[in-house]
């Protein structure tokens, strides 16, 4: 097997590549930000040998000359490329395209609950007019991502396909890692844990219903761990009340699994653990029925065949939280 770089813009690969790390040959990951270089610096512990991990430069200049030397790099020396993300990576795509090499592609999940439309569409950017200008445009496939908790909606690009040089594999392709990582089992343990982060619903309706929970968990005598996103961007910044935080960076695939329960909203990192993950969107009235089905096709896509619950009122999770006490 050829040794390859690994290029991964979020933390969600990361089981992915504790699994497969050997056998892809990974000697090398890229990350997108300082941030996430920081939760992959975990990785090393759970494979058994250190990768070196890098993070490309900010701006269109930097990422255009950073890049591009790196797939030319894997083309010339015959190093594969494996990446992960959807979308939002047009630089990166670009060079793929260009210089052809050898690799992998394991999209996590789909752009299902974005709006594709036309890049004529978009809004006036820089990079917009570049694409349009040259001609490069018509490779890429511009959504639209309504807003996330609190955030604005956004415009990504994403790229139509890769050469025939890069395998894609399926959406879900990788949640075989999180069937692996699940015991199938209850837990048992006097603890649960809160995978929050923002959703589609508003940022204080989530808060409000995390605090409701962790107040019924701790008068119960259970320990609320909460975790939220790796990506500062996307935190919802719930803690307090008597719960103990963990700090955001470490990734939640790589955390000790002690847990009776692990509760969140929409977090693909609940797909590790489980009949003991609970979904809380079916508890959020601000979500309608179509985000519902969204939400509910994300978990569906990224781990075919997960067992995943969906968290119908508080009494529902009193009664759990009792079974789990004898």
């Known amino acids: 097997m050829a040794r390859c770089v690994s290029i991964v813009a979020s933390t969600l690969p990361i089981a992915f590549l504790v699994a497969h790390a050997e056998s892809l040959g990974v000697e090398r990951i890229v990350t997108t930000s300082g941030n996430l270089n920081r939760s992959y610096g975990h990785l090393g512990g759970h494979i058994g040998r250190d990768i070196a991990i890098g993070t490309a430069p900010p701006g269109f200049l930097g990422q255009c000359f950073y890049y591009a030397l790196l797939v030319a790099r894997c083309r010339l020396s015959g190093r594969r490329l494996v990446i992960f993300h959807e ?51 018509r490779f890429f496939t511009l959504y639209y991502s309504p807003a996330v908790g609190n955030n604005p909606g956004e415009y990504n690009l994403s790229i139509k396909s890769y050469p025939a040089s890069i395998k894609t594999h399926p959406v879900g392709y990788a949640g075989e890692s999180w069937k692996k990582s699940d015991s199938g089992k209850l837990g048992t343990s006097r603890a649960i844990l809160l995978l929050t982060g923002k959703s589609r619903s508003k940022d204080e309706e989530q808060i409000a219903l995390f605090r409701e929970i962790a107040e019924l968990a701790l008068r119960l005598n259970f320990r609320c761990d909460v975790k939220d996103h790796p990506n500062p961007y996307f935190r919802l910044g719930f803690g307090g009340g008597g719960t103990s935080p963990i700090d955001p960076e470490m990734p939640s695939e790589l955390l000790d699994d002690d847990y009776a329960l692990v509760i969140g909203t929409s977090s693909t990192g609940l797909l590790r653990y489980g009949n003991r993950a609970l979904s809380t969107i079916e508890m959020l009235t601000s979500l309608s029925a179509d985000e519902l089905g969204l939400l509910k096709k994300h978990f569906d896509l990224a781990a075919p065949g997960h067992q995943l619950r969906y968290l ?14 004898g």
Do not use: N, W, Y
């Open 87 to 137: 979308c939002c990576m047009p630089v990166l795509d670009l060079f793929i395209l260009f210089f052809r090499p050898k690799g992998d592609h394991f999209p996590q999940v789909s752009m299902l609950g974005s709006i594709p439309m036309d890049v004529s569409a978009g809004p006036r950017s820089k990079l917009l007019t570049l694409l349009r200008m040259s001609g490069l445009s």
């Open 312 to 325: 119908k009122d508080l009494r529902q999770l009193e009664t759990m939280f009792e079974e789990i006490k």
